[in-house]
T-cell receptor
Framework: GAVVSQHPSWVICKSGTSVKIECRSLDFQATTMFWYRQFPKQSLMLMATSNEGSKATYEQGVEKDKFLINHASLTLSTLTVTSAHPEDSSFYIC?????????????FGPGTRLTVL | DAKTTQPTSMDCAEGRAANLPCNHSTISGNEYVYWYRQIHSQGPQYIIHGLKNNETNEMASLIITEDRKSSTLILPHATLRDTAVYYCIVRVAQGAQKLVFGQGTRLTINP
């Protein structure tokens, strides 16, 4: 099956610092990846759609200057949380849709737990 | 994308079939029913999807009513590892389309 990895799996940082999270499709290529955020006991909320070679599309209410997304290749997208604050502490999850192979579903990474002190 | 309605929580005994309902009365003709599940502190896992015919794979079966306004996900022999939140999502069948998650059903399998 299609595998998506995320790195790091967890990170603790001080308030005001920036944190980069990587999302990689290990055995397939994807022009589109998605970034979600999940707070405790809540559902996943889509933050943005990451498109290879172009700017990300952000959902309403998500600050694009705070959550920087770079989709540098067909297998890698990164999310940088800039000037992180405690309210940014959350579980960040990415997903990717295979470019080929007739897939109509998305595959999710294992998530990155961010804790901002 | 059409909205879905699912029960907040359900319980099922280990070894029995778990039947998870989903209502999607506003589904459009080109929209599929997708099911994902999320085990605690992990990323969601794809289970199955279908348009109008019943579907079965190694994980589950999907039964869609003839009018397509509701569906049922069936886990035939539930195990403790099936304890998770199950999400029913309706959208067009294109992998690059975003998924909009509702609150899902928290399924607890009891020994």
């Amino acid at each position: 099956g299609a595998v998506v990895s995320q790195h790091p799996s967890w990170v603790i940082c001080k308030s005001g610092t920036s944190v980069k999270i990587e999302c990689r499709s290990l055995d397939f290529q994807a022009t589109t990846m998605f970034w979600y955020r999940q707070f405790p006991k809540q559902s996943l909320m889509l933050m943005a759609t990451s498109n290879e070679g172009s700017k990300a599309t952000y959902e309403q209410g998500v600050e694009k200057d705070k959550f920087l997304i770079n989709h540098a290749s067909l297998t890698l997208s990164t999310l940088t949380v800039t000037s992180a604050h405690p309210e940014d502490s959350s579980f960040y999850i990415c997903s990717a849709a295979p470019l080929a192979g007739g897939y109509n579903e998305q595959f999710f990474g294992p998530g990155t737990r961010l804790t901002v002190l | 994308d059409a909205k879905t309605t699912q029960p907040t929580s359900m319980d099922c005994a280990e070894g029995r079939a778990a039947n998870l309902p989903c209502n999607h009365s506003t589904i459009s003709g080109n929209e599929y029913v997708y099911w994902y599940r999320q085990i605690h502190s992990q990323g969601p896992q794809y289970i199955i999807h279908g348009l109008k015919n019943n579907e079965t794979n190694e994980m589950a079966s999907l039964i869609i009513t003839e009018d397509r306004k509701s569906s049922t996900l069936i886990l035939p022999h539930a195990t403790l590892r099936d304890t998770a939140v199950y999400y029913c999502i309706v959208r067009v069948a294109q992998g690059a389309q975003k998924l909009v998650f509702g609150q899902g059903t928290r399924l607890t399998i009891n020994p």
